[in-house]
């Protein structure tokens, strides 16, 4: 008796050049961002579960129906599934440290009844809940000095990434990146469903559904913005577009963290760059010459 013929396994078969080619366009497309050339196995893992959720052979399927448009909810998870990246708590330390000692301390200083601070593709949560936790610390050891409102607005654009993010629900692998047991042990509580961050700590974060590649309008103006390891991925045009709709959402002598392999240097020149406690950060020094929405 013959067998049933089989899906093919994406992970485990080649992707073709054209198929690359078409779904390297659709992304930059979608989303701006840029694959390199040889990235076929990554698209191949990513693309593995997709395939599987939605009952689709091969990555041609998986093209031929968002081209069609007849499965809903299928190209939000071709883009969630190859732009959700991993994370950590506080990554890389010092910018969290610089907002702490310099920016914060600055900022209280101001004739203003709140600050605004963006945290732009969140991912998971982490970054917009260790900047808060940072805003915290830094009002427990300087009684007084910060008596703005605090506001944080975390965006990405993946919707399912961002409901789980707000519920700040975290596993114990999760817990385990880049978290002290003194932040632990202050900023979580136990749940059924796992450590939850503090209501205290949520309280200051909104998160809200952005494509950077889209307007801007609707976010209002922010003191800091963190941009961190995503302008990587996309391309140099999409970077400028991306850096410069920044700065017109930043107020004046306002602040832009960037990844540590990120720069503005031959992108664009509305920013110049410090060196703050052992990192660098950019703050604005003009607007661009024309206006974005």
Same mark, same amino acid.
């Given at each position: 008796?013959?067998?049933?013929? *089989?899906?093919?396994? &994406?992970?485990?078969?080649? &992707?073709? =050049?054209?198929?690359?080619? $078409?779904? *390297?366009?659709?992304?930059?497309?979608?989303? $701006?961002? &840029?694959?390199?050339?040889?990235?076929?196995?990554?698209?191949?893992? !990513?693309?593995?579960?997709?395939?599987?959720?939605?009952?689709?052979?091969?990555?041609?399927?998986?093209?031929?129906?968002?081209?069609?448009? !007849?499965? +809903?909810?299928? !190209?939000? *998870?071709?883009? =969630?599934?190859?732009?959700?990246?991993?994370?950590?708590?506080? !990554?890389? *330390?010092?910018?969290?440290?610089?907002?702490?000692?310099?920016?914060?301390?600055?900022?209280? +200083?101001?004739?203003?009844? +709140?600050?605004r601070i963006w945290s732009a593709a969140c991912s998971s949560g982490q970054e917009p809940y260790s900047i808060s936790m940072t805003v915290h610390e830094f009002q427990m050891f300087n009684p007084g000095l910060l008596t703005q409102e605090v506001e944080i607005i975390a965006t990405d654009i993946s919707p399912a990434i961002l409901s789980a993010a707000s519920r700040g629900v975290y596993d114990e692998p999760s817990l385990a990146r880049g978290l002290s047991e003194e932040r632990r042990r202050r900023y979580f509580e136990?749940?059924?469903? $796992?450590?939850? &961050?503090?209501?205290?700590?949520?309280?200051?974060?909104?998160?809200?559904?952005?494509?950077?590649?889209?307007?801007?309008?609707?976010?209002g103006r922010f003191d800091v913005v963190f941009c961190r390891n995503v302008l990587i991925y996309f391309s140099e045009e999409s970077k400028r577009d991306i850096l410069e709709r920044i700065a017109h959402t930043l107020n004046p002598g306002g602040y832009l963290f960037l990844g540590g392999s990120e720069s503005v240097t031959n992108i664009t020149d509305v920013f110049e760059m410090i060196k703050l406690d052992g990192t660098v950060v950019y703050k604005i020094k003009k607007k661009p010459h024309y206006t974005f929405s």
């Amino acid at each position: 008796m013959l067998e049933p013929k *089989r899906k093919t396994d &994406v992970a485990s078969s080649s &992707v073709g =050049e054209l198929e690359y080619r $078409g779904f *390297r366009e659709f992304l930059e497309q979608a989303c $701006g961002i &840029v694959l390199g050339e040889n990235k076929q196995y990554l698209v191949s893992s !990513r693309m593995k579960k997709v395939l599987s959720e939605f009952k689709l052979g091969t990555l041609t399927d998986l093209m031929h129906e968002m081209k069609a448009g !007849r499965i +809903r909810g299928l !190209r939000e *998870r071709v883009i =969630e599934a190859m732009t959700t990246n991993e994370t950590s708590w506080f !990554r890389d *330390r010092m910018p969290f440290e610089a907002l702490r000692t310099k920016i914060l301390p600055e900022l209280a +200083r101001q004739e203003t009844k +709140r600050l605004r601070i963006w945290s732009a593709a969140c991912s998971s949560g982490q970054e917009p809940y260790s900047i808060s936790m940072t805003v915290h610390e830094f009002q427990m050891f300087n009684p007084g000095l910060l008596t703005q409102e605090v506001e944080i607005i975390a965006t990405d654009i993946s919707p399912a990434i961002l409901s789980a993010a707000s519920r700040g629900v975290y596993d114990e692998p999760s817990l385990a990146r880049g978290l002290s047991e003194e932040r632990r042990r202050r900023y979580f509580e136990r749940t059924p469903e $796992g450590m939850r &961050v503090t209501q205290s700590v949520r309280d200051r974060i909104q998160f809200r559904e952005l494509n950077l590649l889209k307007s801007y309008a609707l976010l209002g103006r922010f003191d800091v913005v963190f941009c961190r390891n995503v302008l990587i991925y996309f391309s140099e045009e999409s970077k400028r577009d991306i850096l410069e709709r920044i700065a017109h959402t930043l107020n004046p002598g306002g602040y832009l963290f960037l990844g540590g392999s990120e720069s503005v240097t031959n992108i664009t020149d509305v920013f110049e760059m410090i060196k703050l406690d052992g990192t660098v950060v950019y703050k604005i020094k003009k607007k661009p010459h024309y206006t974005f929405s």
